[in-house]
């Protein structure tokens, strides 16, 4: 009994090795999703910025041809694209920060949910294995008992036949 005990705690340990091992991969693997994914919206913001670069350099290289005769009027339509620009900025940035912290969030709550039901599994685990060893405990107790029951009754045998017969 006490090795198929240990084969099924040993079996038992396998298994939470085995499920360790997949909840580390399935992390890994979300790790891995959320990097490709920011590198993917920092790639496309860079090529924003880089588009949004090359339309401002060409728009001031115009402008810096036509400076003398209508600097002033140049000046004041450049500012108003500069904030309009500004302000679509803020705006793509507000919205894309909206989205990450949606994501971050709703990723943290799966974790959550998925911490919370591995501990109670793992609880339920550690209650059964308890309860296993308890009746393990107690059966060999009840073992002991027996076996010093019968080592008593030996022992008043063996002197029984060394001694009764001489009287």
Known sequence: RVDRVE??????????????DKVEARFTALDAKFDDKFDGQRKEMDACFGALDAKLDAEVDGLRKDMDARFGALDAKLDAKVDGLRKDMDARFGALDAKLNAKVDGLRKDMDARFTALDA???????????KFDGLRKDMAGMNSRMVGLLVLLLVAVLAKLFLPHL
């Open 121 to 131: 599994k793992f609880d339920g685990l550690r209650k059964d294995m308890d309860a």
């Open 7 to 20: 084969q099924r705690v040993d079996h038992l340990e396998q298994r939470l090795e085995r499920f360790e």
